[in-house]
């Protein structure tokens, strides 16, 4: 065999993968997406193989492999490929990038055992590999696979397993109990045709009913689906598959939708939505795309409840229909309940959800369905995106304007820009949908690179809802420190709700009870030792916690620093806050809440959604979770309690936020039969973001907020890179983010590229770290990532973060 040298990636802050010579064992089979076991300096890590190599490396000796850990590739071609855009692109290391694609704990294949059954040890073998295997085995009992392969050098150990473990002589065991995937017994028609199928079935009327169940269903099914609907036992199907009419084969089993804690929507038998004609010119204009396995960018773009989900979910039969797969996108864990809800209907088995908030094992489950073509509709929030699906063909961002789509830690990759990459790579359709779409994809639209698909109507009856807006400059309760602003005119409108049997929304962004906690006689605030910033009182769990490092410690009951008793007065309201309040207004009105703390308890999220849903919760309070996605007809009131918590952020995005944010919240009421209200209390009635979302002006609100982008030259009229350097020292800190800023004003490339700062972070110390940070600007994203890349290969550092396309400057 010729000599060969591996490429393998490694998850650690290494730029380029390393080189590494041919293991001992199992070179033979070693192929690009691998897991192989490698020695790092005195380390040893997994890491992925990303190349083979004909050409010895020069200037060293490469190590050998130490061990291969799968028996087939667990990152396919099409995603290897993206994972070398992505490192490229945003200058990181490919090691990371590859292991983000990964589910976490995912078992080597040769980590498993096997196991010789008792049907196993008295089974005359068919073959001579299967000799070899059961000989080995009545010697050792159970072995590892990765041991089993390196002693026999089977070129068809997998098959030869495979049959053994589906004829009952070996069992597979797992070296975590937690990690394996279930699999379940599933059976297909054998070959020839229908009438000589049912010919070899014989006389037997439930056996004859099998074979036409499964060619009337023309998929494979379990054998407990076949023994249901047919309504005969086990021994049925057996005896077909003892007479080659059955082919029998295990699969992964599906998890329910139960199992995510998500209950399936169902529509009366017969019944399908009609589209309206803005609708399905939409589904016309991406059909042909899906049918020509070409790729093309869309941008479906209309007002709140305008039907856009149901394009899409039509787009994705179309594309089952066309034998590939499609991945739906939602930013928030959130969204994926309802989504899901609506597809399982549609898609059945054919449905994986796959995100964050399921368990390790769970997560496994539904990943090893997808990569083995089990499931060819995906739903999940960012991380689905690498979700291994077979032939892919469409892929749906929706909100997509959200900056949950950008991950806030390394790899610092944008969802919905990797999306358009990876469908562009699949020849497959990229469809951005959204309410209120992010600038970028507008001007996008604008140059030609999105094709654009506008809604122009309002699905159903329903209309957008009319504007109310609150001047709290006018509002005596506005001018008490630390209470929650209920407006004269807000308690109104919540009365008449209520009344009227409406359900209503409440906004407030920001969690807990009170952002502070402060002592009124010496002016102690609590604050985080590590992050320097006060710690959020949360009442009901008696804690101050810091929403930047998790630290938590007990409510004090006097001042630690002045010892006053009386003294500590929570100034700020947060969603509990908002809640307690609104007890007191309505005491017999049951409320929910919706914020992060919902989404960290294991199926919070669905619970709250599905109990507001089905009515049994009038009222939700929510941050700014409860303004996305959501579809609840009988929502006929929405409020803003506060709607300038962004205006002051000291960011060039932040009216686009509040814009965004404000006009998906309004966007929650009146989606039934009777019109909606939305209130907006704020302190800038007159800001044109406010007055846009208020009268539904999103064009003229888009071009005002182009205009001051164009002049400033900010994104998209130009690029962005953030360093950001993180240093226990403040002044070591401070002198490397200048010397970086030196160098990029001395660099050859730097020449029409603006250098913003350096300058402190606007949150200074997070952690035990002071965060000093230094922006580049520039017309070139090949220019100003060259410079970047040259930078960060100069200050080689785990304390500095390199963020290309930076949508969070805080």
């Known amino acids: 065999m010729k000599p060969q040298w591996f490429q393998v990636g490694v998850p650690l802050p290494i730029d380029e993968p390393l080189t590494y010579a041919a293991p001992v064992q199992g070179a033979a089979h070693l192929a690009p997406g691998m897991r192989v076991r490698v020695q790092v300096g005195r380390r040893r890590v997994v890491g992925i193989v990303t190349e083979i190599l004909e050409v010895a490396p020069t200037g060293f000796e490469a190590k050998p492999i130490l061990e291969v850990l799968d028996q087939e590739p667990v990152v396919p071609p099409d995603l290897l490929r993206l994972a070398r855009f992505a490192a490229e692109y945003y200058l990181t290391p490919i090691g990371p990038v590859l292991k983000s694609m990964l589910p976490s704990r995912l078992e080597p294949w040769g980590d498993r055992r096997i196991q010789l059954t008792d049907r196993g040890a008295m089974a005359l073998p068919r073959s001579e590999s299967q000799r070899r295997v059961l000989e080995r085995l009545r010697e050792e009992g159970r072995i590892r696979l990765s041991a089993l392969r390196d002693e026999l050098q089977l070129t068809d150990l997998g098959p030869t397993l495979d049959g053994m473990v589906e004829a009952g002589w070996l069992r597979l065991l797992s070296a975590d109990t937690r990690r394996g995937a279930r699999y379940r017994t599933a059976v297909e028609l054998g070959p020839g045709s229908l009438e000589t199928l049912l010919e070899r079935a014989g006389r037997s009327k439930p056996g004859r009913a099998v074979v036409e169940f499964l060619a009337q269903e023309r998929r494979p099914a379990t054998l407990d689906e076949v023994c249901l609907a047919v309504g005969c036992t086990k021994a049925v199907p057996n005896r077909l598959i003892k007479l080659g009419i059955l082919r029998r084969f295990t ?9 995510h804690r998500i209950r399936p929507q169902t529509l009366p038998a017969g ?64 969204l994926v309940p309802a989504l899901a809800a609506a597809a399982g209907e549609r898609f059945g088995e054919n449905l994986a959800v796959l995100h964050s908030g399921l368990g390790p094992s769970e997560r496994r489950q539904e990943w090893e369905r997808v990569r083995a073509g089990a499931a060819r509709i995906v739903i999940g929030a960012r991380s689905a995106l690498f979700a291994p699906v077979v032939d892919l063909g469409l892929i749906v961002v929706d909100e997509e304007q959200d900056s949950s789509y950008k991950q806030d830690t390394a790899p610092r990759y944008h969802g919905r820009d990797l999306a358009l990459v990876r469908a562009a790579q699949a020849s497959a359709v990229a469809l951005l949908a959204s309410a209120t779409p992010s600038l970028e994809s507008r001007l996008n639209v604008e140059l030609g690179k999105l094709e654009l698909l506008q809604l122009t109507h309002r699905a159903g009856q329903g209309r957008l809802p009319d504007g109310i807006l609150v001047d709290l400059r006018h509002e005596v309760a506005a001018r008490q420190p630390g209470d929650v602003v209920f407006s004269a005119l807000l308690v109104e409108e919540i009365e008449r709700s209520l009344a009227e049997g409406e359900q209503i929304i409440l906004l407030r962004n920001r969690r807990g009870y009170a952002p502070t906690l402060l002592c009124r006689a010496c002016g102690e605030d609590h604050r985080c030792e590590s992050c320097g910033l006060p710690r959020t009182l949360h009442r009901r769990e008696g804690a101050l916690i810091c929403h930047y490092c998790g630290s938590r410690r007990a409510v004090p009951i006097r001042c630690a620093s002045c010892r006053e008793e009386d003294t500590l007065e929570a100034i700020g309201a947060g969603t509990q806050r908002v809640e307690e309040r609104f007890r007191e207004m309505f005491p017999d009105v049951p409320v929910a809440v919706l914020d992060r703390d919902a989404v960290q308890r294991r199926g919070g999220v669905t619970h709250v959604l599905e109990r507001f849903g089905r009515g049994e919760d009038r009222v939700l ?51 039934g039969e009777r019109p909606g209200r939305v209130v907006i ?12 979302a208020l009268g539904h002006h999103d064009r003229a609100f888009a071009d005002e907020e182009l205009r001051f982008r164009r002049i400033f ?21 401070w002198q490397r983010i200048q010397d970086l800023a030196r160098r990029a004003a001395a660099h050859p490339d730097a020449t029409d590229i603006r250098i913003l700062g350096p300058a402190a972070a606007p949150l200074e110390r997070l952690k035990g770290q002071w965060r000093f940070q ?3 600007r520039g017309p070139s994203g090949t220019r100003l990532r060259r410079v970047a890349d040259d930078l960060r290969r100069d200050e080689r550092s785990r304390d500095l973060v390199l963020d290309v396309d930076p949508l969070d400057l805080m």
């Open 713 to 733: 030259q900010y994104p998209p009229y130009s690029r962005l890179v953030l360093f950001l350097v993180r240093d226990a020292n403040q002044q070591r800190g």
């Open 251 to 259: 699969e992964i089993a599906r998890l329910d939708l139960e199992d």
């Open 621 to 671: 309070i929510g941050t700014q979770m409860v303004s996305k996605g959501h579809h609840f007809p009988d929502v006929g009131l929405a409020a803003v309690l506060s709607a300038d918590s962004y205006l002051g952020f000291p960011d060039f995005r932040a009216v686009e936020r509040t814009y965004n944010l404000l006009t998906q919240l309004a966007g929650r009421a009146g989606r």
């Open 271 to 334: 019944r399908r939505l009609t589209l309206r004609p803005d609708q399905a010119q939409a589904l016309a204009a991406i059909t042909p795309a899906l049918q020509a396995r070409e790729y093309r960018p869309f941008l479906l773009a209309g007002m709140t409840g305008s039907g856009k989900t149901e394009v899409y979910l039509r787009a994705a039969e179309a594309t089952l229909q066309a034998g590939r797969s499609a991945l739906l996108l939602v930013p928030e864990i959130a």
């Open 774 to 776: 230094l922006l580049l």
């Open 681 to 692: 209390q704020t302190y800038h009635p007159d800001h044109y973001a406010i007055r846009a």
